[in-house]
């Protein structure tokens, strides 16, 4: 054998083995990829099973349960801010469920809802409405914490967490503000103008036992004030008949006076 050939046989091997490691890696990286995907669907499976069962458990009680129906109606204040919301009630766990029906004009800032969690759990929120709408909880503080909005981050998943009921909500004061989203058409199938969406929200946390609805009606032309919390009725109450307070009495006495005659 010449030096020529022994050299071209050795990079011939050489070669060969390089071929060999490389596809040995291409083969490696690519079982490492299936076995990856196939442990996300596993995750996924598994996470819909769990889901699944929660509701059918959750179903199964609640069918076992008469519900006692409340229903108030009420003017939504021309205002929406967190201080001018309407009250719908107190979600209280295995409890109540609270019902909100309405709608939004294309030209409303949009409707703020006002409820208070009475201890932590995992809360659920149902929405049936025209489509172009936009929700988010907020806190009294004015933070987010759930946005409909795709994009928007950990307020986001929230959101897809609070429709599945695993929102874990802490106990306190909460706001659901309901806007129009901007990029909905302005005319519907018939070409005709749309000037309001209608919507439905269900809020509850567990099963339930007493469904409060609320149908928040648009308010009145000329309305100005802001909806006044029961503390702030009862306080212009007492204002009022301030001419009537006994005298000579302790501060504690007027009031429990003023209060329960």
Request: net charge positive; proline share 2%; no cysteine.
């Amino acid at each position: 054998m010449t030096p020529s050939s022994s050299t071209l046989t050795g990079a011939s091997v050489n070669a060969t083995n390089t071929t060999t490691a490389t596809g040995a890696a291409a083969a490696s990286a690519a079982i490492s990829g299936t076995t990856k995907k196939l442990s996300e669907i596993e995750r996924q499976l598994a996470e819909f099973a769990a889901s699944t069962a929660k509701a059918n458990k959750k179903a199964e009680a609640q069918s076992k349960i008469q519900v006692q129906t409340f229903e108030k109606q009420v003017r939504k204040s021309p205002y929406s801010t967190n201080g001018a919301a309407t009250d719908i009630g107190t979600l209280v766990k295995d409890s109540t469920r609270l019902n909100v029906y309405s709608n939004i004009k294309s030209d409303d800032k949009g409707d703020v809802f006002k409820f208070r969690v009475q201890t932590s759990g995992e809360a659920q929120l149902g929405v049936l409405g025209d489509p172009g709408l936009r929700l988010q909880l907020v806190t009294r503080f004015g933070a987010v914490v759930a946005d409909s909005k795709e994009g928007q981050g950990s307020t986001s998943d929230n959101y897809a967490k609070l429709q599945k009921g695993e929102l874990k909500l802490g106990a306190g004061e909460y706001y659901v503000r309901v806007t129009n989203d901007g990029n909905t058409p302005t005319r519907d199938s018939k070409g005709k103008a749309v000037t309001s969406k209608n919507y439905a929200l269900q809020l509850s946390m567990g099963v339930y036992r007493k469904d409060y609805d609320t149908v928040a009606q648009q308010p009145k032309a000329g309305d100005g004030m802001p909806q006044q919390s029961a503390a702030a009725l009862e306080l212009q109450n007492m204002l009022t008949a301030a001419q009537n307070f006994d005298t000579g009495l302790s501060g504690t006495a007027k009031l429990n006076n003023a209060l329960f005659g």
